[in-house]
């Protein structure tokens, strides 16, 4: 009984090495493959046999796991949406095949890193056929409310390179200086104006054309001023008209004392702005807070026109992304404006070990693994994103070397067992003779 159960763990141990040469090729195979986890083979005892009497040898069983927690080292590149994670998480992508399909939700994956390129169809997808998934912003550039415990949100990244976007105008403010000398009782009363561009809801130029007109009064000085506001997209209709004090005391002189509305929306004390509706829709114009010298004000003798300051932009024509360490993935036009258009989360797990790992360094979350949840990168338990980045293989070759000599001495060890149970077999039929 003891010869036999010899004999098969010898075959045990031969089975048990053989596996763990098997996980050492992979993992020397796939020395240079980025994002590679490599595999470990560990060996368990068995003990069949019964306290006191003959020994029966039980044997070795071996168990092969993927260190999906251990991380390569990060090596740079020159591409900007080369992408690899830095500390905890995993990125979501979906296969391209499955996207091209379009047969409803999509199933997450998970990679630690990606070289992701545009597609034909501007989808940002490695040459091993994944694509990148992130949720969507708002045209403002916000990222709306998801949730954070399922991939429903997730959308793939698309970047429509050479697409055409341009920003109304919304808000500006005035600084402006109107020269104190022309609302005296002896001045010509010159209308001072100026002309603002602002853009429309498609991008085209338009313009608010503001005339300041000072009160002459009969004596003295009025320190009064009539501010017209007009839309050339309405043929230069009246869009605002404001009547302006100013304050000519010590402590405040030069500054706004009051505004008095007679046409257009009305000025807020509170904000020190009004809003006056253009043919595209409201603009917002900060004027300054009463008592405030940060708007128009009045002083000496010069019309000054300080500070001009808007939003909105030209339609611009995008020209590269790049993704920050917050996931956030930026759009860069040629007219120098920067836009959000998706926000990429890192998905993190309680036991990443006990995912499924499939093809292209990919895995898939399994009840081992535990339930994920959408980070937002370097928020949480999870590291942040390194783009211009890849991770290499988590493989050391020298230590796999090492193992492999370690177990082809096993190996050889064990067949020197099962060598010598037949030849102790052989002497035990040798008796008869």
């Not at 090729?25 to 005892?45: C, E, L, M, P, W």
């Not at 000599?405 to 039929?429: C, F, G, H, P, W």
Request: aromatic fraction near 6%; glycine fraction near 10%; hydrophobic fraction near 35%.
């Amino acid at each position: 009984m003891s010869m036999s159960s010899s004999l098969n763990a010898g075959i045990a141990g031969l089975t048990a090495n053989a596996n763990k040469l098997a996980s050492i090729s992979d993992n020397i195979a796939n020395s240079s493959t980025f994002g590679y986890k490599r595999v470990q083979t560990d060996f368990h005892s068995m003990v069949i046999s019964a306290s006191g009497g003959n020994y029966s040898a039980g044997g070795v069983r071996s168990t092969s796991s993927r260190l999906i927690d251990e991380r390569g080292p990060l090596v740079s590149t020159s591409n900007a949406t080369d992408m690899a994670v830095r500390g905890r998480g995993m990125l979501p992508v979906a296969t391209a095949s499955e996207v091209a399909a379009d047969n409803g939700s999509l199933t997450m994956l998970l990679t630690t890193t990606g070289s992701f390129r545009t597609d034909s169809e501007g989808y940002l997808t490695t040459d091993s056929g994944l694509v990148l998934l992130g949720w969507p912003a708002e045209p403002d550039g916000t990222i709306s409310t998801f949730p954070r415990d399922t991939s429903e949100g997730l959308e793939p990244v698309q970047i429509n390179v050479n697409q055409f976007s341009g920003e109304p105008t919304t808000s500006m403010s005035l600084g402006v200086n109107l020269p104190a000398t022309e609302t005296e009782a002896t001045s010509s009363g010159t209308t001072q104006e100026l002309s603002i561009e602002y853009f429309d809801n498609l991008g085209t130029s338009e313009s608010l054309g503001i005339t300041f007109t000072p009160t002459v009064p009969a004596s003295g000085a009025s320190n009064e001023w009539t501010m017209v506001i007009t839309d050339s997209a309405l043929s230069n209709a009246v869009v605002g008209e404001y009547v302006m004090t100013f304050d000519n005391s010590r402590a405040l002189g030069g500054t706004l004392a009051s505004v008095t509305t007679v046409s257009g929306g009305t000025y807020d004390t509170s904000t020190g702005t009004l809003i006056v509706t253009v043919d595209g829709g409201p603009i917002e114009i900060d004027i300054g807070m009463i008592g405030e010298s940060d708007g128009i004000t009045q002083l000496s003798d010069t019309f000054a026109p300080v500070s001009i300051i808007k939003d909105g932009t030209p339609v611009g024509n995008m020209t590269n992304v790049e993704i920050d360490a917050n996931g956030m993935v930026h759009a860069y036009f040629d007219t120098g404006i920067t836009r959000i258009i998706y926000q990429v989360p890192l998905v993190d797990l309680p036991n990443p070990n006990g995912m499924v790992a499939l093809d292209q360094q990919t895995y898939m979350p399994s009840p081992e693994s535990g339930t994920y949840f959408l980070w937002d990168a370097g928020d949480g338990p999870t590291g942040d994103i390194v783009s211009y980045a890849r991770e290499e293989s988590a493989t050391d070759v020298a230590a796999e070397l090492t193992n492999m000599i370690e177990t082809q001495r096993s190996y050889s060890s064990n067949a020197k067992v099962i060598q010598t149970v037949d030849e102790m077999l052989q002497e035990t039929t040798n008796i008869k003779r």
